[in-house]
């Protein structure tokens, strides 16, 4: 992860260089950037609540759900957040927020009658540790430079000499692509790492591999209507639901299920080695 925003860095170190021989303002480019990226942070996570319809629950009235949450907060040892429900058709979880104080944790009904409990807090226990890694925001900051690139291509023409302008939009698209396939394998990343810190946490990996498993398995039978109703928000979820199975694995936002289930059949012969 610290090699992949390293590289983020460095070929936005190239545009920001080139930006500023073409006569582009880049101070102008990062102001309009920042205050996106503040927007971005402000909202994104009603954002995807509403997308989702979620609304929150009482312990009355989803027990199950309140108590998997619990037991995962005690064992990782972090304040239990904000839980709401969405009645979405598609099996899975998400977590928003930036702080652990201010985080939201969202299930679908669909994934709560899908999984037992052990699974269920599993599955919690991983958005706990986007939480906890303050993964939104890491995610917000990387794609600050993706903003970047994105104002130099949309208004790159209006401004700088001709011959610099060329080249300098020619580099913002370069460096566009380059960090689009970063930022997928940053979140790639981070969802390995979250898969970890849930599995350590709760003392059972095997939990969390089934669970992908009946998420994955969950996907493949939900209506295509239903997973693109879902897509706004799938890079923030469990299971990469919308993503086809065709797509090169460097242009998604998750790792192959298969992998992560291995990686946790591994942790998991470890642990009990260990004891």
Sequence with gaps: MVSTLFLLGLVYAALIATVVLAGVSA?????????????????SDRLALRALGARAVTPAQTPKLHAALERACIQMDMP????????????NALAVGRT???ATICVTGRA???LDPPELEAVLAHELAHVQNRDVLVMTVASFFSLVSALVLRFGFQLGHAAAKLVALAIALATYVVSFVLLRALSRYRELAADRVAALA???PSAL???????????????RDDLRKAAPVAALCISAASERSWMPAFLSTH???DRRVAALERLERRL???G
Excluded: M, W, Y
């Design 100 to 102: 652990r104080g201010g």
């Design 80 to 91: 239990k957040p904000r839980l709401v429900v969405s009645e979405n058709e598609v099996a």
């Design 27 to 43: 101070v102008v480019v990062f102001a309009v950037a920042a205050v996106l990226a503040v927007v971005q942070l402000a909202t």
């Design 209 to 223: 591999a089934s669970a992908l498993i009946k998420l994955d398995d969950a996907a493949a039978r939900t209506p």
């Design 255 to 257: 790792p192959r299920t």
């Design 112 to 114: 709560i009658r899908l």
């Design 272 to 274: 009990q080695g260990a």
């Design 202 to 204: 709760t003392g059972r």
